[in-house]
């Protein structure tokens, strides 16, 4: 092969070595050389989406269920600017893409060219990094490094910017050389925390492992070795919505997932433990409630590969930057030749403290009346569900926490949702996203209407690519999430959270091609889903459930972790004071 | 919204009014920043102060070497220990940042800044101000029969202490750098 050829080539060349199989975009004038040499080969599938916010979630979606970096491509102006969302969504969720946008030639940049935008000003901040290239022999380069940044340390989103005047001109292709980059963030933790916290694991009398989506993007050995961390100490564990599938909801030390609307055992283990092990997660708002009274009595111990999380809003005592997957290998190491001591008495009396808690059974429901209740209808699709192989991902609001309370997730990369940014439309070009990786599973989105209506279009990509996709829509015909805080906070009114002339899901799947269901009875609700489950192709499934469902639990903002709020709870003025300032 | 009291100045909708405190005491902190001299790169490091609320004092920035193509800037700025320590591992993170050094604490260091100003006036204040620039170690580097420009390093404080002498002489113009700091004794950054 000849080092030599066109910049539009490098990109295509660039994005085989890196090993990219996929590629989801949108072309337009400023990436027409890119697209002509995507059409001359047959190494990597093009995904045609319909709105380039649905390219750069299709990515997240490939990525997050795969392990590997997923891949955007669109066009200058208006094609950089509706990834936006997507790319600060990737930011906040530490989901590494690479996005590749088409730039108006070098010479016309800064005049106001026809679809110009100043799109790595832009970008800047909601990327890890980016780069506008101005010269074609530095593209290959730069496209290696981008690979190179996406994925290592904390991942993340990237942008490259070329110009087409770059695309058109030939240079030098670089093959990727590892090592080849200043950036190389540090794996290893300091030996001597590791020590540090292998000792307080000796003497815990109630400690706790809040483990949270470094899990998850450290891979699939972090997983493991999680799970082995927690077979051998016997302490209970908790995870983040971005950390579900660590450790598998089936295993006897599960707690649920914690925080704002997790289970009742699992913020009552955070806030009364004594060594709290913070493995990949970042102390977010919806954990901590306010911080002086979260978790006040414990030492805590932060496994983190980026330092800036660290200390950035709990104080911790032992702080350890590293990966997940080398600090608990060490920490296991240390621990296990330390001689494997837990305070083993001490503990078992911690579980029954824990044992208590989980009577409370805060996720208990009915399924009473003529309606079918959301949370009904998420147990019924994890029973109907649970035995495929099975990838989840969430739009937005009430059905998202339903979703990551009453499903269960036995491994990592199987649980797709917007947790930092919370993006409505997110949920459904992911789901597509995931198919395209995983092309024989099958791939539920949870939606509500309202998020669903935000994304729709990329019904048509599902369709096109022969991708069974199943948008499964809580239809509340509220922006449920929205009504809720308004029913807690604003004395129920209900100020536009009204989703109003909807559309009829079943003909609208239809007139795009796919199949409708609409379900409305409790009594058809396991037919229709089984029916969902047997169609060879997407589905709209319309699920029309209770319209004023809260969901609880729930921590009210501004309250500690040992006042939540159960079903059935008295809702008026339950957030008052400064906590409602807080979102 | 009068019932939710809410103090005025505390009404920051973000997160990061839930910081606790855990020290008040806010410090002057100055910082070498490294970095790799590509373009964008101080956007980056002024959205970074800009985006998550931090203060910049001053900031001064320079190609210190032309073939590894690095950047050094200065930057002084001031919060709480919590605060510093999460300015320098947010540096720390940004892709074309090489090292972040808080010379405030690796130990003493010297800060010298560089001003001109521009001060005009005739008769006693004309020598007046003549006068003080010399006791300021000033210079003179333009004059014409009205008017003088001295040029003075120093460290921000004597700068300042300058310029309110010249004030009442006349003072027309200032022009600062920012400050430019290197920790004292002969051990060097990596
Ligand atoms: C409507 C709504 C309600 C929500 N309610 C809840 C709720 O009740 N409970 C809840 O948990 N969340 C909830 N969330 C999500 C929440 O907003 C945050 O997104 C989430 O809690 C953050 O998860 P995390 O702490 O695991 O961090 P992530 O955002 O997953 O960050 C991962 C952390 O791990 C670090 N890391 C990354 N890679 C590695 C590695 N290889 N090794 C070590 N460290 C690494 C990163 O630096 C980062 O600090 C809600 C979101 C929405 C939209
Ligand atoms: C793009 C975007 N706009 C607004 C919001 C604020 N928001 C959060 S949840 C929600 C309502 C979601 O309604 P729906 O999708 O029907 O889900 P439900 O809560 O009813 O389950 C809104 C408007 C958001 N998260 N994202």
């Given at each position: 092969m000849s080092?030599?050829?066109?910049?539009?080539?490098?990109?295509?060349?660039?994005?085989?070595?890196?090993?990219?199989?996929?590629?989801?975009?949108?072309?337009?004038g400023a990436v027409l050389p890119i697209y002509d040499e995507i059409f001359q080969q047959n190494h990597i599938q093009h995904v045609l989406v319909r709105h380039e916010q649905g390219a750069v979630h299709a990515a997240e979606g490939y990525a997050r269920s795969t392990g590997k970096p997923g891949v955007a491509l669109v066009t200058s102006g208006p094609g950089a600017t509706n990834a936006v969302t997507g790319l600060t969504d990737a930011l906040m969720d530490s989901i590494p893409i690479i996005v590749l946008t088409g730039q108006v030639p070098t010479f016309m940049i800064g005049s106001d060219a026809f679809q110009e935008a100043d799109t790595v000003g832009i970008t800047r901040p909601c990327t890890k990094h980016n780069w506008l290239v101005k010269d074609t022999d530095a593209l290959s380069k730069t496209l290696h490094e981008a690979f190179h940044v996406a994925m290592s340390g904390r991942p993340g989103p990237v942008l490259v910017d070329i110009p087409k005047d770059v695309q058109f001109a030939t240079g030098t292709y670089q093959p990727a050389k590892p090592q080849a980059s200043h950036y190389q963030p540090q794996v290893k933790g300091d030996i001597e925390s590791i020590t540090e916290l292998a000792k307080a694991i000796e003497t815990a009398k109630r400690p706790i492992f809040y483990t949270g989506g470094g899990v998850i993007n450290s891979g699939p050995q972090a997983s493991q070795l999680l799970r082995e961390l927690v077979a051998a100490t016997g302490f209970p564990v908790t995870s983040t919505l971005m950390g579900l599938g660590a450790y598998p909801a089936s295993g006897e030390a599960w707690l649920g997932m914690l925080g704002m609307h997790g289970l009742y055992e699992a913020n009552m283990s955070m806030h009364d433990c004594d060594l709290m092990i913070n493995i990949g997660a970042r102390f977010d708002d919806r954990i901590t409630g306010t911080v002086e009274h979260f978790s006040p009595n414990s030492k805590k111990a932060h496994i983190d590969i980026d330092a800036s999380s660290i200390n950035k809003v709990i104080r911790v005592d032992i702080p350890i930057v590293g990966d997940v997957a080398h600090v608990l290998e060490d920490l296991l190491k240390v621990w296990k030749s330390r001689g494997r001591k837990t305070d083993a008495e001490g503990v078992a009396k911690w579980w029954k403290q824990i044992n208590e808690w989980r009577a409370v059974d805060c996720l208990a429901f009915k399924q009473t009346g003529p309606n079918i209740r959301p949370q009904h209808a998420m147990a019924r699709l994890e029973a109907l569900t649970k035995g495929h192989d099975r990838y989840i991902c969430t739009e937005v609001g009430q059905h998202q926490m339903w979703a990551a309370q009453y499903l269960g997730f036995e491994d990592p990369n199987r649980w797709m949702t917007s947790g930092g940014l919370g993006t409505m439309g997110y949920g459904h070009p992911a789901s597509i996203g995931v198919q395209m990786a995983h092309r024989d599973a099958l791939v539920i989105n949870v939606a509500?209407?309202?998020?669903?209506?935000?994304?729709?279009?990329?019904?048509?990509?599902?369709?096109?690519?022969r991708l069974p996709v199943k948008q499964f829509i809580l239809n509340n015909e509220r922006l449920g999430m929205v009504r809720q805080w308004q029913e807690l906070l604003h004395g129920e009114r209900y100020s536009q959270s009204w989703s109003e002339a909807l559309p009829d899901f079943v003909k609208l799947a239809e007139a795009f091609g796919a199949k409708g269901i609409q379900c409305s009875d409790p009594a058809d609700l396991d037919d229709a889903i089984m029916e969902m489950i047997n169609h060879d192709g997407p589905v709209v499934f319309d699920c029309l459930v209770e319209k004023h469902e809260n969901c609880f639990p729930m921590i009210p903002s501004g309250k500690p972790h040992n006042e939540m709020l159960l079903a059935n709870a008295k809702t008026q003025g339950a957030i008052t004071g400064t906590g409602a300032v807080l979102v | 919204m009068s019932a939710l009291n809410i103090k005025k100045g505390s009404t920051s909708h973000s997160a990061y009014n839930l910081r606790p405190n855990y020290s008040d005491t806010e410090e002057r902190h100055t910082l070498a920043v490294i970095v790799e001299n590509e373009p964008g790169v101080l956007a980056r490091v002024i959205g970074l102060f800009s985006g998550r609320g931090y203060n910049i004092e001053s900031l001064t920035v320079a190609e210190i070497d032309h073939e590894g193509h690095r950047s050094r800037i200065t930057i002084v700025t001031s919060g709480t220990p919590q605060v510093i320590a999460q300015i320098t591992a947010q540096l720390g993170r940004i892709v074309s940042v090489h090292n972040v050094y808080d010379l405030t604490v690796e130990g003493a260091s010297v800060e010298r800044e560089l001003a001109l100003f521009k001060v005009s006036g005739k008769g006693n204040d004309r020598i007046e101000a003549i006068r003080l620039a010399d006791i300021f170690r000033a210079n003179v580097v333009d004059s014409t029969l009205e008017s003088f420009i001295f040029e003075i390093t120093g460290t921000p404080e004597k700068i300042d202490a300058f310029a309110d002498l010249m004030r009442p002489l006349g003072l027309e113009e200032v022009a600062r750098t920012g400050v430019a700091a290197l920790s004292r004794g002969a051990h060097a950054l990596p």
């Open positions: 080092n030599s050829m066109t910049g539009a080539k490098m990109v295509v060349q660039a994005l085989i070595d890196q090993g990219v199989d996929t590629v989801f975009g949108y072309p337009g509500g209407e309202a998020s669903w209506l935000m994304n729709m279009q990329e019904l048509g990509t599902a369709i096109q690519y | -």
